[in-house]
Structure formats: C-alpha cells, structure tokens
C-alpha cells in the first residue's frame, strides 16, 4: 500500500514547475499503478497548447475558473467539478482566468520530470517504463 501527503511531493524532484503550470506528481510509473496521478496548479492568465498524442489524460477540476479548446472543435467552461477525459488525443488549449487546480490521471503513467514539447506533447520514450 502506498501513502503519500502532497507535503512530501513539493520542492522534490517530483514537483516539476513549467512556464504555465505546476505539476505535484504524486503517483509516477516507478509506483507500478499503471497510471500517475498529479496535483496539477494551471497558473492564472495562461494558455497552453497541449497535445497528448502518447498517454490519455483524464482532468478534473477542484478550484478555479477557465476553458479547454479543442482544436477545430468545441470550447467547454472550467470550475470546480469539471471533469474531462482526452480519450481521442484531441489537440487542445488550456486557459485559465484564475489559478486552476486539477487532479490529473495519465495512462500510461510519467515517468518523472516530463514537460510540453513544442507541440504540448510528452515524449512516447518515457511512455512504457516501468
Ligand atoms: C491539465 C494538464 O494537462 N495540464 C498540464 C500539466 C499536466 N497535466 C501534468 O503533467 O500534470
């Protein structure tokens, strides 16, 4: 059994900040659950072009306001209790107006410090390990 505090995540190599978001990861592959799991901070004012072609990501909100475009698609509003799922690798802009807390799930699960390429990707050579 594992337990953990978001305590024992923060200012450790597991907290991996970017220029638009703060990424507490909490469960990693190394966890062996076949997922990983983040506390996910989306700073207020930003977008993000992101586009998980390698993982599928499920997203759901506990604080804060914003949108999710899915590019040539729809746009759907942000606030607590939202939950989506990028079960289609939909290429997408993530906005916030405030600060967003997200409870992120990616399957297969990060391996540790990943970050956005040039096009909002995660590299699919971190994919599989274990
Ligand atoms: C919601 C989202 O995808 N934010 C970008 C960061 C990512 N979820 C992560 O690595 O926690």
């Known amino acids: ?34 997922f990983s799991m983040h506390d996910t901070l989306i700073k207020a004012g930003t977008e993000t072009l992101i586009w998980y072609q390698n993982h599928v990501e499920a997203v759901y909100c506990v604080e804060g306001e914003g949108e999710i475009e899915v590019i040539g698609g729809r746009t759907y509003p942000i606030r ?19 600060q967003l807390r997200m409870i992120c799930v990616f399957n ?23």
């Open 80 to 98: 607590p209790g939202t939950l989506y799922a990028l079960d289609g690798h939909e290429k997408h802009y993530l906005r916030a107006s405030s």
């Open 1 to 34: 059994m594992i337990v953990k505090h978001l305590e024992q995540i923060i200012r450790t190599p597991d907290d991996v900040d970017a220029p638009t978001w703060n990424s507490r990861r909490l469960l990693l592959a190394k966890d062996g659950m076949g």
């Open 108 to 130: 297969p699960p990060l391996v540790g410090r990943e970050v956005h390429d040039e096009n909002g990707t995660y590299p699919a050579s971190t994919a599989n390990q274990a």
